[in-house]
């Protein structure tokens, strides 16, 4: 089961500042908690038993909201500041600062209204926003902004950023000691996907290593009439059409995918990436990629090639939007237009993200290892609509980890190749290609169905602390 966060639990700091009108504090309150319900978030905040009408002025009251966020720390995915009124720019920073918390902050302050700008009614939220953001960034303490410098807490435009501020906290907590599982040696015409183990340690990611020698004998052990082959068989059937299949064929992907499933369990796997080829086809007579299109379509991406930074990519995209992430190729022009290009693998995508999946055999690696061999290969187009890619990768001779992110659409123009493809439009690709080679970036890259390239920027370079280039038109 991915453990990518469903619910959030968001800490809501509601700011104040006494000689402004108070009321203002239990009104935004109100309006929080309804708008925190109503989009199903989770929220910790003092009440008014706690402190002044369940604002934050002073320190004392920054000490005690900082205590309530410390008891649940391991619950807290990010942190909310509301100024409904100018707001203590010192009580807010230091609860925050005071709690520990390592999590995205997001900052929204209430709009004036013309008519209401008499001592009893004005907010001055416009002014204090600047003060508050002025002593985070003297604190050390990263923070989000929203759309407008001040918005309405019961508006469309400021539930549309918390939407957008929850995809972040999503992706920076699912990054958080994420362990990739990976199963077989890097294939050794792809030294593209080389990766450095100790930059992803000291990021806090894992990486675990499987032999396929160790996965072949454990297949021996497998009688064709165990359950789990019989489950795992039936959730290959259900994930793409395989009635081309020979059932023998179908019976060792499922045995495959009961050892996969029970190592990843095991050792707590978060993400694969697999040596799909010529292993498995050598010595089982099958394609991995069924199995990794089940995996991925769980929201646990499986990447191709043993590409472990591919599979972290794929993890990040996921968890920003819950949509099953896929990995291909950057893999041929599209005619003439320059704008436009073919990503293709031989058959990995989440069945959810394709039309009408069926299962296969892999053609290109069928020249080398007999078409026979290659059953499990998904074939299907890329549904059409808005697309995201990403990429991470590690950086030996920086000593840095670093990425790149931007937003397209896929397609519907007319392309005849089997496997999974799919025909993507990217603003000014030529310009994202060149820098792509300039900085020694892989072939491959994740791609999803969401518009989320602004929320994986954000995510990465503000709170993760890697650089991360954003390509816009």
Same mark, same amino acid.
């Given at each position: +089961? ?66 309530? %966020? ?60 600047? &003060? !508050? ?41 699912? #990054? ?13 015409? %792809? ?21 396929? &020698?160790?996965?072949? *004998? ?22 793409? @059409? ?5 059932? @023998? ?42 199995? +990794?299109?089940? +995996? ?12 472990? #930074?591919?599979?972290?990519? #794929? ?20 005619? @003439? ?7 293709? $693998? ?11 999946? *069926? #299962? ?18 998904? $074939? ?6 808005? !697309? ?51 900085? =020694? ?10 518009? &989320? =390239?602004?929320?994986? $920027? ?5 709170? +993760? ?9």
């Amino acid at each position: +089961m991915s453990k990518i966060p469903r619910q959030l639990t968001l800490a809501v700091i509601i700011g104040n500042r006494g000689f402004f009108p108070s009321y203002l504090v239990g009104e935004a309150r109100e309006q929080a908690v309804a708008l925190f319900d109503n989009m199903n978030i989770r929220t910790i905040m003092v009440d008014e038993t706690q402190t002044n009408l369940g604002g934050v002025e002073t320190r004392e009251e920054a000490k005690v909201c900082a205590e309530l %966020f410390r008891k649940h720390r391991d619950e807290i995915h990010g942190i909310v500041v509301l100024l409904p009124n100018f707001g203590d720019e010192k009580a807010a920073a230091e609860a925050i600062r005071l709690s520990g918390l390592k999590v995205p902050v997001l900052i929204q302050a209430e709009e004036d209204a013309l008519d209401k700008m008499g001592l009893a009614t004005r907010r001055d939220s416009f002014c204090g926003k600047i &003060s !508050l953001c002025n002593n985070l960034r003297q604190y050390g303490i990263p923070f989000t902004l929203t759309t407008q410098h001040v918005c309405a807490l019961s508006g469309e435009i400021f539930q549309q950023d918390l939407q957008r501020f929850t995809q972040i906290c999503r992706v920076v907590k699912a #990054m958080q000691g994420v362990r990739v599982g990976a199963i077989g040696a890097r294939p050794a015409g %792809f030294n593209t996907v080389r990766y450095s183990e100790k930059l992803l340690e000291q990021w806090g990611v894992a990486v675990e290593t499987l032999d396929l &020698s160790e996965i072949f *004998t454990r297949i021996k052990h497998i009688r064709d009439d165990d359950l789990r082959v019989h489950e795992k068989r039936r959730i290959l059937e259900d994930n793409a @059409d395989a009635s081309g299949i020979p059932a @023998d064929k179908l019976q060792t992907m499922a045995k495959l995918f009961v050892v996969i499933s029970e190592w990843v369990i095991a050792n707590d796997i978060d993400t694969t990436a697999i040596q799909c080829w010529t292993s498995l086809q050598e010595n089982l007579g099958i394609n991995v990629c069924s199995i +990794m299109s089940v +995996m991925s379509g769980n929201l646990m991406p499986s990447a191709c090639e043993v590409d472990v #930074m591919g599979a972290l990519s #794929m993890y990040a995209l996921a968890s920003s939007n819950l949509s099953p992430a896929s990995i291909a190729d950057w893999n041929n022009n599209f005619g @003439d237009d320059r704008d436009k290009c073919v990503l293709f $693998h031989c058959g990995n995508f989440a069945s959810e993200s394709l039309e009408s999946p *069926t #299962m296969g055999t892999a053609d290109i690696i069928g020249t080398t290892v007999g078409k026979e061999n290659t059953c499990g290969a998904v $074939h299907g187009r890329l549904k059409g609509g808005p !697309l995201t890619y990403f990429r991470l990768s590690t950086d030996d001779f920086s000593g840095k980890i670093k990425a790149y992110v931007g937003e397209g659409q896929s397609i519907n123009d007319p392309l005849d190749t089997p496997g999974c493809r799919a025909v993507i439009q990217v603003p000014q690709l030529e310009k994202l290609l060149a820098w792509i080679c300039n900085n =020694g970036f892989e072939h491959h890259v994740a791609m999803n169905h969401a518009s &989320s =390239g602004a929320v994986l $920027h954000e995510a990465f370079t503000k709170y +993760m602390g890697i650089d991360c280039y954003h390509h816009q038109p």
